[in-house]
Structure formats: structure tokens, C-alpha cells
């Protein structure tokens, strides 16, 4: 896609030393990872089994609907799963236990935060609009980090049954300064990620990073 579209420098989430992460009905190691074990993942084309990937390159997996995998763990259909929503907040409170945050792991690997999802602009819409709506969607969530309890009194009814506190905290670690812009922190942390992926294999081609 990256021919056809560019990366707008706001609207990303990206977690600074936390991230999706791989739970268990069992305490486990997460170099056991590779041993037969079959971990729940919310699809092969998130950022989350990327970084998956990149931790452990022959990692088998089935793929299961995202808002599922908490409890098909818990029923022991798979021997871990991969949270990319709300339940990295509240798997303890289902006997569930952490194999691994991805974002601790990244951040040791390479002392960058961890970019899981942003959002692209087409790039026959010309430099003019290209900026605009850039300018426009930063302004958006300029507004809403302005006017957070409002935000938060919105998104609490899409949140299955967190309260107010978890909700709150769960927003706070996805939607931040990062989100306003990439800056180069987060620039590099795109790029980094993204080489790393053609390195071990798992993207087929170099990805050229411009950011609107």
C-alpha cells in the first residue's frame, strides 16, 4: 500500500514500554512460546502478531475473533492468546496469567515505543487536502484530549463492562502526545519496526515511510 497511500503523523497508538499481550490458563515461560503451543491471535495483519513474529518467528496460531480469545483461553481451547484490547487490563481477574507484554519486550530490543495501529491518506488526494485533513484529524484529538471526560463518558459504553478508573487508564495508554504526532521518536519507531519485519522475512518488501 505504501505506494498508494502515506502516513499521517497523527492519530497513531503506540505504547511506551506496554502493548498487546500473550496470556495463559497456565503460568508459562514465553520461550516456551515455540514448543507445540497454540496461541489465540486477533489476526494475521495486526501490528500485534507482527510483533508476535518478531519475538518468536515460528509462533503457531489460530485465528480467533479479538473480543474472544480472553475466554477460549480461560476455557482452555488454546494454550495462550494475544490481547490487543481492554482485557490487558483485566485478564487477572479471570485466573488468567501474562506470558509476555510486547511492548516491554520492544522497548529493550530497541528503546523505542511500540507502534500498533495510525492511519493512512491516499496520495492522489494531492499535498493541499493531504495536509488538511492531517491538520483537521489532529485538531479532532487535540479536542478530545482537551475535553476528556466527556471522551471518556462516550467511549465507556463501548468498553465491556470496564469502570470508570480501567476505562480512563486504558485510554491513557493508547491515546497521548504520541497520538498527536509521531514525532521522531515515534517516526523511528515505525521505520525500525518495519525493517525489522523485512529482515526476518514476515513483510516481502522494503516499506518507504513518508509521513504527512
Same mark, same amino acid.
Given at each position: 500500500?505504501?505506494?498508494?497511500?502515506?502516513?499521517?503523523?497523527?492519530?497513531?497508538?503506540?505504547?511506551?514500554?506496554?502493548?498487546?499481550? +500473550?496470556? =495463559?490458563?497456565?503460568?508459562?515461560?514465553?520461550?516456551?512460546?515455540?514448543?507445540?503451543?497454540?496461541?489465540?491471535?486477533?489476526?494475521?495483519?495486526?501490528?500485534?502478531?507482527?510483533?508476535?513474529?518478531?519475538?518468536?518467528?515460528?509462533?503457531?496460531?489460530?485465528?480467533?475473533?479479538?473480543?474472544?480469545?480472553?475466554?477460549?483461553?480461560?476455557?482452555?481451547?488454546?494454550?495462550?492468546?494475544?490481547?490487543?484490547?481492554?482485557?490487558?487490563?483485566?485478564?487477572?481477574?479471570?485466573?488468567?496469567?501474562?506470558?509476555?507484554?510486547?511492548?516491554?519486550?520492544?522497548?529493550?530490543?530497541?528503546?523505542?515505543?511500540?507502534?500498533?495501529?495510525?492511519?493512512?491518506?491516499?496520495?492522489?488526494?494531492?499535498?493541499?487536502?493531504?495536509?488538511? +485533513?492531517? =491538520?483537521?484529524?489532529?485538531? =479532532?484529538?487535540?479536542?478530545?484530549?482537551?475535553?476528556?471526560?466527556?471522551?471518556?463518558?462516550?467511549?465507556?459504553?463501548?468498553?465491556?463492562?470496564?469502570?470508570?478508573?480501567? +476505562?480512563?487508564?486504558?485510554?491513557?495508554?493508547?491515546?497521548?502526545?504520541?497520538?498527536?504526532?509521531?514525532? =521522531?521518536?515515534?517516526?523511528?519507531?515505525?521505520?525500525?519496526?518495519?525493517?525489522?519485519?523485512?529482515?526476518?522475512?514476515?513483510?516481502?518488501?522494503?516499506?518507504?515511510?513518508?509521513? +504527512?
Amino acid at each position: 500500500m505504501a505506494d498508494k497511500y502515506a502516513l499521517l503523523s497523527c492519530g497513531a497508538s503506540m505504547g511506551k514500554n506496554y502493548g498487546p499481550i +500473550v496470556i =495463559s490458563g497456565k503460568p508459562m515461560r514465553a520461550k516456551s512460546l515455540a514448543n507445540n503451543k497454540i496461541v489465540a491471535i486477533p489476526g494475521t495483519l495486526t501490528t500485534a502478531f507482527l510483533a508476535l513474529k518478531l519475538f518468536e518467528p515460528n509462533v503457531q496460531f489460530k485465528v480467533v475473533p479479538f473480543d474472544q480469545i480472553l475466554e477460549d483461553v480461560q476455557k482452555g481451547l488454546y494454550d495462550a492468546g494475544l490481547l490487543i484490547h481492554e482485557g490487558q487490563l483485566t485478564y487477572r481477574e479471570m485466573g488468567l496469567h501474562k506470558v509476555l507484554d510486547l511492548g516491554e519486550w520492544w522497548l529493550k530490543e530497541t528503546g523505542l515505543p511500540l507502534p500498533l495501529g495510525g492511519n493512512v491518506i491516499k496520495r492522489d488526494l494531492g499535498k493541499k487536502l493531504m495536509d488538511r +485533513v492531517a =491538520s483537521d484529524i489532529k485538531k =479532532s484529538i487535540q479536542y478530545g484530549l482537551d475535553h476528556r471526560d466527556e471522551a471518556i463518558s462516550y467511549a465507556i459504553q463501548f468498553s465491556r463492562g470496564l469502570d470508570l478508573t480501567d +476505562v480512563d487508564r486504558f485510554i491513557g495508554m493508547y491515546v497521548n502526545d504520541l497520538t498527536l504526532d509521531y514525532g =521522531s521518536e515515534g517516526r523511528q519507531a515505525v521505520k525500525k519496526l518495519l525493517q525489522e519485519a523485512y529482515k526476518k522475512k514476515i513483510i516481502p518488501e522494503k516499506v518507504p515511510l513518508e509521513f +504527512v
